[in-house]
């Protein structure tokens, strides 16, 4: 459990608060470029850490990433003209480039030195292997890109989807790295439908509900070892790691495996859009792979949302990503499945997490809890945060991989290892990148 005072702390994410600003020091995925494909081309609203902005391709290629508001009268930017290195409002013709300077204010008198004092917020994006990243912390000296391996593989070896979670950031990332719950929330009602071949990993997943809690603080985060009994003489591990400030890594199953990942990225205090990104680190994605859900049939689906799985397209920040099943229609579950075949009734991975995160209510009052071994590695997290909320604000320390990139160059793991092995260095050659090496996973 935290203190309410905590639970603020660790929750809220808008300007000026301890966490917001602890987040604000890294670059955030913001976007992906196929979302402003053209140069001139459509603005597009985008929501991020309680901030409305407005994100385009100018005349000459750059992403910019501006305030939504016009600094005249206020009037959205989303109805601006994306032309000549800018966009101009639609309101009175002010002009703003991509780093928020105000460049004419057309209505004015020629002499007027108005736009001298009329620039608007702008972060500086970088793009990258199909995402654009952003920086949201201010001053002059920017961070380093996260070396994550998702975005370093060639486009054909990566697939990224969203969706949107409507609850706090922390209570969709703590889904993320509660490791107990896929035997339950995600489970099928018979061991036996996971019988054979890469489904082993499964197998002991639904034999061993209690497994124990291993963790370690880490160079990027927290490395969370889950243990289950696998034979006689060995142990089942399932390793995750917590990267900040909000990535987290799903151990695969079988061999020759693509990873799943998630970035959970706070739009603002309620509002959260799940990237979840699948990657293999040496050939390209098979089409289920890529999120046709053909593998996870009969749990209905997997991680990923599909076109099929989303709601029309809006123009609304991150419209594009709102699931079908959600809170209005009880996340469609079928209660029929949840007496025979599927353990929650919900269809699909994604749809089960929202829909127990989302239960939660949008910002969950951790006061109420009851942790329990099993949620050691939430406890262990959260504790991250907290320090590193404070050693900002008290002392301006910089949290963990700001300034180091390659910290990120890990990977998840899924290992049988004898019991008597200590599982952070006998997993090492999972956990650690080494160029063009890639393990078997259990
Ligand atoms: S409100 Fe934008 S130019 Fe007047
Ligand atoms: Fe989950």
Same mark, same amino acid.
């Given at each position: 459990?935290?203190?309410?005072?905590?639970?603020?702390?660790?929750?809220?994410?808008?300007?000026?608060?301890?966490?917001?600003?602890?987040?604000?020091?890294? =670059?955030?995925?913001?976007? %992906?470029?196929?979302?402003?494909?053209?140069?001139?081309?459509?603005?597009?609203?985008?929501? $991020?850490?309680?901030?409305?902005?407005?994100? #385009?391709?100018?005349?000459?290629?750059?992403?910019? $990433?501006?305030?939504?508001?016009?600094?005249?009268?206020?009037? *959205?930017?989303? #109805?601006?003209?994306?032309?000549?290195?800018?966009?101009? !409002?639609?309101?009175?013709?002010?002009?703003?480039?991509?780093?928020?300077?105000?460049?004419?204010?057309?209505?004015? $008198?020629?002499?007027?030195?108005?736009? +001298?004092?009329?620039?608007?917020?702008?972060?500086? !994006?970088?793009?990258?292997?199909?995402?654009?990243?952003?920086?949201?912390?201010?001053?002059?000296?920017?961070?380093?890109?996260?070396?994550?391996? =998702?975005?370093?593989?060639?486009?054909?070896?990566? +697939?990224?989807?969203?969706?949107?979670?409507? !609850?706090?950031?922390?209570?969709?990332?703590?889904?993320?790295?509660?490791? *107990?719950?896929?035997?339950? $929330?995600? @489970?099928?009602?018979?061991?036996?439908?996971?019988?054979?071949? +890469?489904?082993?990993?499964?197998?002991?997943?639904?034999?061993?509900?209690?497994?124990?809690?291993?963790?370690?603080? %880490?160079?990027?985060?927290?490395?969370?070892?889950?243990?289950?009994?696998?034979?006689?003489?060995?142990?089942?591990?399932?390793?995750?790691?917590?990267?900040?400030? #909000?990535?987290?890594?799903?151990?695969?199953?079988?061999?020759?495996?693509?990873?799943?990942? +998630?970035?959970?990225?706070?739009?603002?205090?309620?509002?959260?859009?799940?990237?979840?990104?699948?990657?293999?680190?040496?050939?390209?994605?098979?089409? /289920?792979?890529?999120?046709?859900?053909? @593998?996870?049939?009969?749990?209905?689906?997997?991680?990923?949302?599909?076109?099929?799985?989303?709601?029309?397209? %809006? &123009? /609304?920040?991150?419209?594009?990503?709102?699931?079908?099943? &959600?809170?209005?229609?009880?996340?469609?579950?079928?209660?029929?499945?949840?007496?025979?075949?599927?353990? *929650?009734?919900?269809?699909?991975? @994604?749809?089960?997490?929202?829909?127990?995160?989302? *239960?939660?209510?949008?910002?969950?009052?951790?006061?109420?809890?009851?942790?329990? /071994? /099993?949620?050691?590695?939430?406890?262990?997290?959260?504790?991250? #945060?907290?320090?590193?909320?404070?050693?900002?604000?008290?002392?301006?320390?910089?949290?963990?991989?700001?300034?180091?990139?390659?910290?990120?160059?890990?990977?998840? @793991?899924?290992?049988?290892?004898?019991?008597?092995?200590?599982?952070?260095?006998?997993?090492?050659? =999972?956990?650690?990148?080494?160029?063009?090496?890639?393990?078997?996973?259990?």
């Amino acid at each position: 459990m935290l203190s309410h005072a905590d639970n603020e702390m660790l929750t809220r994410i808008g300007s000026g608060t301890p966490m917001g600003a602890v987040i604000r020091k890294y =670059w955030i995925p913001a976007l %992906t470029s196929d979302e402003v494909p053209e140069k001139g081309g459509d603005p597009v609203r985008v929501r $991020l850490l309680g901030e409305s902005l407005i994100a #385009f391709r100018d005349s000459s290629g750059e992403v910019g $990433l501006v305030g939504e508001h016009c600094s005249h009268r206020g009037a *959205s930017l989303y #109805f601006a003209r994306n032309q000549d290195c800018s966009l101009q !409002c639609v309101y009175h013709g002010w002009r703003f480039d991509k780093n928020g300077k105000c460049l004419e204010t057309p209505n004015e $008198l020629p002499e007027s030195t108005l736009k +001298h004092r009329a620039s608007i917020a702008a972060y500086p !994006c970088v793009e990258r292997n199909g995402v654009i990243w952003t920086y949201m912390g201010g001053g002059t000296e920017l961070p380093a890109l996260p070396d994550i391996e =998702w975005n370093l593989v060639p486009a054909n070896h990566v +697939h990224i989807s969203k969706r949107v979670q409507e !609850c706090n950031w922390a209570q969709t990332l703590e889904g993320g790295i509660d490791s *107990s719950h896929g035997s339950f $929330l995600h @489970a099928l009602n018979e061991a036996s439908d996971y019988s054979g071949g +890469h489904r082993r990993g499964w197998g002991y997943l639904l034999k061993d509900r209690h497994p124990r809690f291993e963790v370690e603080d %880490t160079s990027y985060g927290v490395l969370l070892g889950v243990r289950r009994n696998a034979e006689d003489d060995s142990y089942y591990w399932r390793i995750t790691q917590f990267l900040m400030p #909000f990535y987290t890594m799903i151990p695969p199953y079988g061999p020759n495996p693509s990873i799943h990942g +998630h970035a959970f990225v706070p739009m603002d205090d309620h509002t959260t859009l799940v990237w979840t990104v699948t990657w293999h680190p040496n050939r390209p994605l098979t089409k /289920a792979e890529s999120g046709d859900g053909g @593998a996870y049939e009969k749990l209905g689906g997997g991680v990923h949302l599909t076109a099929r799985d989303l709601l029309p397209k %809006t &123009n /609304a920040p991150a419209g594009a990503w709102y699931p079908r099943a &959600n809170k209005s229609n009880d996340y469609m579950i079928d209660r029929s499945a949840q007496r025979t075949t599927r353990f *929650s009734g919900v269809p699909g991975i @994604a749809a089960q997490d929202a829909a127990v995160q989302e *239960s939660m209510g949008p910002i969950y009052d951790r006061a109420n809890e009851h942790l329990g /071994a /099993a949620d050691a590695g939430i406890a262990r997290v959260r504790r991250r #945060f907290l320090q590193a909320a404070r050693e900002l604000t008290e002392h301006g320390s910089k949290p963990v991989g700001v300034h180091d990139g390659s910290v990120y160059q890990v990977r998840s @793991a899924a290992v049988v290892l004898p019991r008597d092995a200590n599982w952070v260095a006998a997993a090492s050659d =999972w956990l650690n990148i080494k160029p063009g090496v890639h393990m078997d996973a259990a």
